[in-house]
């Protein structure tokens, strides 16, 4: 999955020093029709959901632990007698469906770009030109990742945090007994408050007396939208980070939306009249260059492990209970001359660019998969920055194909990252990998169809671009600024920006440096720059769930670990669902917009 952190929610012993829990019974069929069925459902309301998410608080929380207790309710409701290797089917899916949707925020960047008044950008996409879009690249992307499982599950055994999550909340929800049954009851707890709060502060609704955010401060503190979002979502998101990127989020979000504001009205670089929107097209540039510049420092430490893993790919052995490579390079072949068909047709991209942007996926892919498995983080959208400025080279001052290349090369990448991801929570308790691809091939048009028809309606009825827009989608915010610095040139930049980003880049850099030696006490650059992102009132309560998290675990901690996981993706899955069913109830006419 895409994440913004660079750590586990908490210390976790990887799985290849300790004993399977449970070999799976001989004769056992995972991939039932009722597991598969299951799956597509999940896939769909992770599919429609997880846009919501990305776009409100600029990264996604730990999704594949949110499917499996989905996948555990799914099949608890109607059969008592499912399994753990059923329900990673279905956690399978649904994180394919989920991670296919992360791609939204370029639908989203779009949108900003047409909206844009320095630059002439019209692309945009229908719900049918997005949705074979993402099913190629989405497919590829799985396709591509099948070889890369012998080198970094069997042989480098990589930890994949959220992998390993996913994995012990499989095995947890199929003790039968009482946890498993608390458990699901603090999901279902978790849910139904987080919706109840959505309810009370959506201006959809009717219930409009319950005010969304509470602003706290100076007027311009205000302006800046210095204040308390009331979401339990953002708190739920907070308890699975951890405290210590919680905490550099919390400073990021202090020198974004305190110190910036005041500082750049200081200097002249604000006007008194500013909106929220002037304060984030500064703030983006040092935090941009604090997200790209890190995540390449992380993978330069990594050089010499990143060789070896170009080598060992070369000679990697896959076993009979793989998908066959075979079908591999066939479904590679088909998927990639698909992708090349319909972004010359659908979209206008030269054949040979959509060839290149396939080509530089490997590599990203392979950097994505390695700095995801040791770190926790999905490096994915700041390489993406970094295919920007190499297709700005390529097609200079042609911002359609700028978008649609890079976005091209991050949607493979990206999907690679979520099979990953439950190769490792499979490799726990012995699933097939071969039906957890098949069921990823299956769930990936899932995804891509709930984004393609979800993500208009969100945008609608919450508003992507604007002063205030309900879903701020930070990253797109980033994608977008950087096409219009390659379609202008450094003049574009606003004043004092260039030094901004040359400064943020050198933190980011030294940082990430000692971040590699001294993780417990030096701020993460990732968590610094993707707050200065996203809105202050978002990252507070982010911050307040992990403190609460905190207190819990130091006053009870067996209870914990044993709800505070089940907890969270209650209060993440409420608002989310939520989120998605207003759109479809004002669509119906149900209520007024």
Known sequence: MQRATAEAASPIIPPHLRPPAVVKPAGLHEFSLRAILCGLAVAAVMGASYPYIVLKLGFGPNVSVVAAFLGYLALGIVFTNYNRWENNIVQTAGTAGAQTAFMCVLLAAFDMLAA????????????????????????????????????????????????????????VLDGHGSEARQAAVALGLGAIASAAVMLMTEDALVLRWFPS??????????????GVNWSLLAAGSGM?????INASMLLGTVLGWIVAPYALLRYGVLAPTFVRNDVLFWVMWPATGM??????????????????????LAT???????????????????????????????????VWMTIVAILLSLPLMLVGLRVLGE????????????????????????????MLASGTTGTIAVESEALMQDYRAGEMIGSSPKYLTIMQLMATPVGAAAVSWMYPLLRDTYGIVGANPG?????????AGFAEILSRGLSALPPGALPALVIGSILGVILTVLETKHAKWVPSPTGIGIAMLVPFSVIVVMFLGSVADR?????????????????????????????VIIPLVVVLGLVGP
């Open 116 to 171: 844009s008044p320095t630059v002439s950008f019209s692309q945009t996409l229908t719900p049918l030109q997005s949705f074979a879009w993402l099913t190629a690249a989405g497919l590829l992307g799985v396709l591509l990742a099948v070889p890369m499982r012998q080198h970094f599950i069997v042989d480098e055994k990589l930890p994949y945090p959220d992998g390993v999550a996913a994995g012990e909340t499989l095995i």
């Open 213 to 226: 955010v509470m602003v706290v401060g100076t007027a311009v503190m205000a302006t800046a939208g210095v």
């Open 240 to 244: 699975i980070v951890g405290f210590r």
């Open 291 to 312: 997200l790209v510049a890190g995540g390449l420092a992380a993978l330069f430490l990594r050089w010499s492990i990143l060789v070896t893993t170009f080598r060992n």
């Open 316 to 350: 990697a052995n896959v076993g009979a209970h793989d998908f066959p490579l075979k079908w591999v390079g066939a479904g590679v072949a088909v998927t990639g001359v698909a992708l090349v068909i319909i972004q010359k047709v659908s979209l206008g991209l030269d």
């Open 375 to 402: 770190t926790n983080w999905g490096p994915i959208s700041a390489m993406s920055n970094l295919m920007q400025g190499v297709f700005g080279v390529l097609a200079p001052g042609h911002i359609a194909a700028n």
């Open 471 to 479: 879903l701020s989608s930070p990253i797109s915010r980033k994608w």
């Open 551 to 579: 207190i819990w675990h130091r006053t009870h901690a067996r209870s914990n670990e044993l709800y505070m996981v089940p907890l969270a993706s209650g209060l993440i899955a409420g608002e989310a669902l939520i989120a």
